[in-house]
């Protein structure tokens, strides 16, 4: 590796209150010899170990302090937009909490909430080996890496505060060489664009009152696993999950919708405002949903407010428009590609897959979905318009491999 990666780049480099502070005046001083422009913004514990005046010497530019500085107002914008690379180095217990919850009271933090994720965020914790291991230091960590963040993980050894273990501050020569591999990956990245999908997921929701309705089974739990990994794959993603449904952390893209009207008017918004290349359609959209209440006279009861339970009720049900037929019309681009899912609960041969307007159907056995095992095949669409049987898969991993496969293959087809 030359030093051509880091040349004429533009290198934020945070720094928070950490003992290991001075090691990032050794990063500052590395990257700027090796041609980067270096600009620091501090925390203001950290200025109690490095004094500001040593980054600023190092680097030639000024370094940045709070959020509320003369002239620079806007700086937690302007710098994220500015940097090819922010590096978190070191960052504190503290600071890693503020960034996992958005709180945006120090310069770095309000930064890491306007950071887009279109350029690599590495972040390099430095701690005690009790703080390291506490469980809400790892789960801070976690959602940081949902985000995209990449954590730049500590080494074991003698610590500061004369303890041993886990949770050194990585040694700037190694924080480098990860500076320059993730330059080197992002002009790559920035060459080839990855394509936009949309991924829906979860189950609609039919109101017969106003306090219940009829739903479905699905816990929009598969559909928000591949929102994830294509996420961390750095596809750009967007994920339209129940409302009902919890599996959404860490995605950085949600909508949340309730009934099937709902969901198709969010999803046609999306697909008639955003460059979709792909829909991931795993939601269960209800077929039915209720038109009217009455009694077993066929009296209309209204739906408004909550239904007394004394009597005896019907509902009628009318079919929902089928969306999946209209994702093409609605859809700006005219070269969209759809991967749906179907669930079947019964052992029928003929699973019908020719009213599915997709390029492919996964398909799954109600039996054969559960917690991490979930068995399926996946069908591509044939020059005739029928389905040839392509692939399989047993795990959850595997369908996320198997997806991320049809993705690329669909990418370099031509339409
Ligand atoms: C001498 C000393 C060393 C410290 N070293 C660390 C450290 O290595 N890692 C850490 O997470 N906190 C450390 N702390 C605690 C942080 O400085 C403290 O939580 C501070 O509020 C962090 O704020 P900041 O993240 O906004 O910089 C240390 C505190 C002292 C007094």
Same mark, same amino acid.
């Given at each position: ?82 940097? =090819? ?56 960590? =976690? ?213 599915? =307007? ?58």
């Amino acid at each position: 590796m030359s030093e051509s990666e880091t040349a004429g780049k533009n290198i934020l480099l945070l720094v928070s209150g950490s003992i290991a502070a001075f090691k990032a005046v050794s990063l500052a001083s590395f990257l700027t010899k090796s041609g980067a422009t270096v600009r620091v913004a501090m925390t203001e514990a950290a200025r109690e170990f490095v004094g500001p005046a040593s980054f600023e010497g190092i680097t030639g530019e000024k370094t940045r302090l709070h959020n509320f500085e003369a002239g620079s107002m806007m700086a937690h914008i302007e710098l994220e937009r500015w940097a =090819d690379l922010i590096v978190f180095y070191p960052a504190s217990a503290e600071s890693i909490s503020g960034l996992a919850h958005g709180s945006g009271s120090s310069l770095p933090s309000a930064l890491f909430l306007a950071h887009e994720f279109k350029k690599p965020f590495l972040l390099a914790p430095a701690m005690n080996q009790a703080m390291w291991k506490h469980p809400a230091l790892k789960r801070n960590l =976690d959602l940081l890496k949902s985000y995209g963040v990449e954590i730049l993980p500590p080494a074991s050894g003698p610590l500061a505060c004369g303890e041993s273990g886990e949770g050194r501050l990585i040694e700037p020569e190694d924080a480098l060489r990860i500076i320059r591999e993730r330059l080197e990956i992002s002009q790559v990245k920035s060459a080839v664009s990855k394509p936009r999908i949309l991924v829906t997921a979860g189950g609609t929701s039919e109101p017969i009152d106003e306090v219940r309705h009829l739903r479905n089974l699905s816990s929009g739990r598969t559909g928000y696993a591949l929102a994830l990994r294509l996420q961390q794959e750095g596809f750009p993603v967007t994920l339209l999950q129940s409302e009902y449904s919890f599996a959404r952390e860490g995605v950085r893209n949600l909508i949340l919708y309730s009934t099937t009207r709902d969901f198709a008017e969010k999803i046609k918004h999306e697909l008639e405002t955003e460059e979709v290349s792909f829909v991931i359609h795993s939601a269960a959209v209800a077929d039915y949903r209720v038109a009217e209440v009455t009694d077993t006279s066929g009296k209309p009861i209204g739906s408004s407010g909550k239904i007394q339970t004394n009597v005896p009720l019907l509902l009628k049900l009318v079919p929902n428009p089928k969306i999946i037929r209209e994702l093409r019309t609605w859809s700006r681009n005219k070269e969209l590609k759809i991967i749906s899912f179907k669930l079947t609960a019964d052992d029928s041969s003929d699973l019908k897959l020719e009213t599915y =307007d997709s390029e492919w159907i996964i398909h799954n056995h109600l039996r054969d979905v559960g917690d991490e095992l979930h068995r399926g095949r996946i069908f591509s669409r044939t020059a005739d318009r029928g389905y040839r049987e392509t692939g399989s898969f047993r795990t959850k991993k595997e369908l996320e491999s198997a997806v991320v496969s049809l993705l690329s293959q669909g990418s370099e087809e031509k339409p």
